[in-house]
Protein backbone atom coordinates (compact mmCIF):
# COMPACT_ATOMS: atom_id res chain seq x y z
CA UNK A 1 0.00 0.00 0.00
CA UNK A 2 3.18 2.26 0.66
CA UNK A 3 4.14 1.69 -2.30
CA UNK A 4 1.09 2.72 -4.67
CA UNK A 5 1.09 6.22 -2.19
CA UNK A 6 4.46 7.04 -2.89
CA UNK A 7 3.93 6.52 -6.38
CA UNK A 8 0.71 8.65 -6.56
CA UNK A 9 2.88 11.75 -4.62
CA UNK A 10 5.11 11.12 -7.60
CA UNK A 11 2.49 11.56 -9.89
CA UNK A 12 1.02 14.36 -8.69
CA UNK A 13 3.91 16.44 -8.28
CA UNK A 14 4.46 15.79 -12.00
CA UNK A 15 0.85 16.44 -13.23
CA UNK A 16 0.89 19.69 -11.81
CA UNK A 17 4.47 20.27 -13.00
CA UNK A 18 3.68 19.04 -16.50
CA UNK A 19 0.06 21.21 -16.59
CA UNK A 20 1.43 24.17 -15.71
CA UNK A 21 4.83 24.35 -17.66
CA UNK A 22 2.05 23.13 -20.89
CA UNK A 23 0.13 26.22 -20.08
CA UNK A 24 2.91 28.87 -19.74
CA UNK A 25 4.83 27.83 -22.80
CA UNK A 26 2.05 28.01 -24.87
CA UNK A 27 0.38 31.09 -23.22
CA UNK A 28 4.24 33.25 -23.64
CA UNK A 29 4.35 31.43 -27.42
CA UNK A 30 1.41 32.82 -28.46
CA UNK A 31 1.58 36.05 -26.35
CA UNK A 32 4.56 36.16 -28.45
CA UNK A 33 3.95 35.29 -31.93
CA UNK A 34 0.01 35.93 -32.14
CA UNK A 35 -2.57 35.85 -32.62
CA UNK A 36 -3.12 39.09 -30.49
CA UNK A 37 -7.11 39.05 -30.39
CA UNK A 38 -7.51 35.41 -29.18
CA UNK A 39 -9.42 34.19 -31.70
CA UNK A 40 -9.68 30.52 -33.24
CA UNK A 41 -7.25 27.88 -34.44
CA UNK A 42 -8.32 25.61 -37.33
CA UNK A 43 -7.55 21.81 -37.11
CA UNK A 44 -8.29 18.53 -38.46
CA UNK A 45 -11.12 17.01 -37.54
CA UNK A 46 -12.04 13.55 -37.49
CA UNK A 47 -14.58 13.73 -40.07
CA UNK A 48 -11.98 14.63 -42.26
CA UNK A 49 -13.60 18.91 -42.61
CA UNK A 50 -11.94 21.22 -40.33
CA UNK A 51 -12.86 22.31 -37.16
CA UNK A 52 -12.46 25.42 -34.92
CA UNK A 53 -11.77 25.49 -31.69
CA UNK A 54 -11.87 28.32 -29.11
CA UNK A 55 -8.92 29.46 -27.15
CA UNK A 56 -9.60 28.28 -23.90
CA UNK A 57 -10.52 25.07 -25.03
CA UNK A 58 -7.04 25.08 -26.35
CA UNK A 59 -5.83 25.60 -23.11
CA UNK A 60 -7.70 23.02 -21.58
CA UNK A 61 -6.41 20.41 -24.14
CA UNK A 62 -2.92 21.56 -23.51
CA UNK A 63 -2.96 21.36 -19.70
CA UNK A 64 -4.97 17.85 -20.29
CA UNK A 65 -1.30 16.31 -22.13
CA UNK A 66 0.83 18.43 -19.70
CA UNK A 67 -0.69 16.42 -16.78
CA UNK A 68 -0.64 12.81 -18.44
CA UNK A 69 2.69 13.35 -19.60
CA UNK A 70 3.24 14.50 -15.88
CA UNK A 71 1.65 11.20 -14.43
CA UNK A 72 3.55 8.81 -17.28
CA UNK A 73 6.89 10.77 -15.88
CA UNK A 74 6.03 10.05 -12.85
CA UNK A 75 5.18 6.10 -13.20
CA UNK A 76 8.42 5.59 -15.30
CA UNK A 77 10.54 7.64 -12.61
CA UNK A 78 9.07 5.76 -9.67
CA UNK A 79 9.59 2.04 -11.55
CA UNK A 80 13.28 3.64 -11.83
CA UNK A 81 13.55 3.56 -7.86
CA UNK A 82 12.79 7.48 -7.57
CA UNK A 83 10.81 8.11 -4.53
CA UNK A 84 9.44 11.06 -2.15
CA UNK A 85 9.61 11.69 1.43
CA UNK A 86 6.14 11.47 2.25
CA UNK A 87 6.58 12.97 6.23
CA UNK A 88 7.48 16.35 4.16
CA UNK A 89 4.20 16.98 3.22
CA UNK A 90 6.11 19.93 0.61
CA UNK A 91 3.06 19.76 -1.80
CA UNK A 92 -0.06 18.67 0.44
CA UNK A 93 0.94 22.71 2.44
CA UNK A 94 1.50 24.71 -0.69
CA UNK A 95 -1.89 23.04 -1.85
CA UNK A 96 -3.85 23.43 1.39
CA UNK A 97 -2.09 27.15 1.23
CA UNK A 98 -3.35 28.06 -2.09
CA UNK A 99 -6.66 26.46 -1.78
CA UNK A 100 -6.59 29.00 1.32
CA UNK A 101 -5.57 32.01 -0.65
CA UNK A 102 -7.85 31.40 -3.48
CA UNK A 103 -11.14 31.32 -1.11
CA UNK A 104 -10.20 34.69 0.52
CA UNK A 105 -9.86 36.20 -2.39
CA UNK A 106 -12.59 34.64 -4.86
CA UNK A 107 -14.86 37.67 -3.56
CA UNK A 108 -12.60 40.60 -5.05
CA UNK A 109 -12.18 37.98 -8.44
CA UNK A 110 -15.75 37.53 -9.12
CA UNK A 111 -16.19 41.29 -8.66
CA UNK A 112 -13.48 42.50 -10.93
CA UNK A 113 -15.27 39.81 -13.32
CA UNK A 114 -18.78 40.35 -13.14
CA UNK A 115 -19.76 44.02 -11.20
CA UNK A 116 -19.37 47.23 -13.63
CA UNK A 117 -19.32 49.89 -11.12
CA UNK A 118 -19.13 49.02 -7.54
CA UNK A 119 -21.13 50.63 -4.39
CA UNK A 120 -19.75 54.66 -3.73
CA UNK A 121 -19.29 53.27 -0.15
CA UNK A 122 -16.72 50.19 -1.39
CA UNK A 123 -13.31 51.99 -2.80
CA UNK A 124 -11.60 48.48 -5.25
CA UNK A 125 -8.67 49.09 -3.07
CA UNK A 126 -10.73 48.36 0.22
CA UNK A 127 -12.18 45.49 -1.27
CA UNK A 128 -8.88 43.96 -2.41
CA UNK A 129 -7.03 44.23 0.76
CA UNK A 130 -10.32 42.69 2.68
CA UNK A 131 -10.27 39.68 0.28
CA UNK A 132 -6.39 40.18 0.55
CA UNK A 133 -6.10 39.73 4.50
CA UNK A 134 -9.22 37.14 4.41
CA UNK A 135 -6.95 34.69 2.14
CA UNK A 136 -4.32 35.13 4.51
CA UNK A 137 -6.07 34.29 7.23
CA UNK A 138 -7.30 31.48 5.83
CA UNK A 139 -3.95 30.16 4.40
CA UNK A 140 -2.46 29.99 7.77
CA UNK A 141 -5.63 28.58 9.25
CA UNK A 142 -5.87 25.87 6.29
CA UNK A 143 -2.22 24.93 6.94
CA UNK A 144 -2.22 24.50 10.41
CA UNK A 145 -5.70 22.77 10.98
CA UNK A 146 -5.20 20.23 8.01
CA UNK A 147 -1.40 19.72 9.29
CA UNK A 148 -3.18 18.87 13.01
CA UNK A 149 -5.16 16.76 11.18
CA UNK A 150 -2.98 14.37 9.86
CA UNK A 151 -1.07 13.99 13.02
CA UNK A 152 1.48 16.06 11.99
CA UNK A 153 3.97 17.49 14.91
CA UNK A 154 5.17 20.59 12.76
CA UNK A 155 1.94 21.67 12.01
CA UNK A 156 2.17 24.88 14.86
CA UNK A 157 6.23 25.73 13.55
CA UNK A 158 4.59 25.87 9.73
CA UNK A 159 1.27 28.01 11.15
CA UNK A 160 3.87 30.41 12.04
CA UNK A 161 6.13 30.65 9.25
CA UNK A 162 3.42 30.49 6.90
CA UNK A 163 2.50 33.90 8.96
CA UNK A 164 5.39 35.01 8.62
CA UNK A 165 6.65 34.53 4.84
CA UNK A 166 3.42 34.68 3.07
CA UNK A 167 3.11 38.35 3.59
CA UNK A 168 6.75 38.74 1.69
CA UNK A 169 5.46 35.63 -1.18
CA UNK A 170 2.59 37.66 -1.93
CA UNK A 171 4.12 41.28 -2.73
CA UNK A 172 6.59 39.48 -5.14
CA UNK A 173 3.53 37.28 -6.50
CA UNK A 174 2.03 40.65 -7.33
CA UNK A 175 4.88 42.39 -8.94
CA UNK A 176 5.59 38.94 -10.98
CA UNK A 177 2.33 39.27 -12.25
CA UNK A 178 2.16 42.86 -12.87
CA UNK A 179 5.63 42.49 -14.94
CA UNK A 180 4.17 39.31 -16.42
CA UNK A 181 1.09 41.02 -17.93
CA UNK A 182 2.96 44.42 -18.50
CA UNK A 183 5.56 42.75 -20.98
CA UNK A 184 2.44 41.45 -22.90
CA UNK A 185 0.90 44.54 -23.30
CA UNK A 186 -1.49 44.14 -20.49
CA UNK A 187 -3.81 42.88 -22.96
CA UNK A 188 -6.93 40.48 -21.98
CA UNK A 189 -6.67 38.29 -23.86
CA UNK A 190 -6.60 34.49 -22.51
CA UNK A 191 -2.25 34.13 -22.95
CA UNK A 192 -2.04 37.38 -20.76
CA UNK A 193 -4.48 35.32 -18.23
CA UNK A 194 -2.69 32.12 -17.84
CA UNK A 195 0.89 33.60 -18.09
CA UNK A 196 0.50 36.28 -14.90
CA UNK A 197 -1.99 33.89 -13.14
CA UNK A 198 0.54 30.94 -13.81
CA UNK A 199 3.46 33.06 -12.79
CA UNK A 200 1.64 33.86 -9.39
CA UNK A 201 0.41 30.68 -8.06
CA UNK A 202 4.20 29.24 -8.73
CA UNK A 203 5.48 31.92 -6.67
CA UNK A 204 2.75 31.51 -3.88
CA UNK A 205 3.54 27.67 -4.00
CA UNK A 206 7.15 28.26 -3.84
CA UNK A 207 6.81 30.62 -0.65
CA UNK A 208 4.32 28.06 0.97
CA UNK A 209 7.42 25.16 0.16
CA UNK A 210 10.00 27.71 2.10
CA UNK A 211 7.61 28.26 4.79
CA UNK A 212 7.33 24.22 4.94
CA UNK A 213 10.97 24.04 4.88
CA UNK A 214 11.52 26.49 7.73
CA UNK A 215 8.85 24.44 10.01
CA UNK A 216 9.96 21.11 9.77
CA UNK A 217 13.59 22.43 10.36
CA UNK A 218 13.17 21.04 14.44
CA UNK A 219 11.31 18.23 12.95
CA UNK A 220 13.58 16.86 10.33
CA UNK A 221 12.37 12.99 9.78
CA UNK A 222 14.70 10.57 10.18
Known sequence: ????????????????????????????????????????????????????????????????VGTVTGALGGGMLHLTGARVQPKRRVGFTAAVGLAGCAVGVLPAMVAAATVADLPDWLHPLVLYAVCGALGYGLAIAAVYTT????????????????ALVLPVGALIATAVGVASAW????????????????????????????????????????
Open 1 to 64: MRHYACMGRMCLWLMFLGCVIGLLAAAVFEALTGPGSGGYLVVGSFTGGGATVAEPTRYAVIAA
Open 147 to 162: LRMVGDQAARATGRAV
Open 183 to 222: ALGFSTVTSTWVVATTLVILTLSATLAVARAIGLRPHRPL
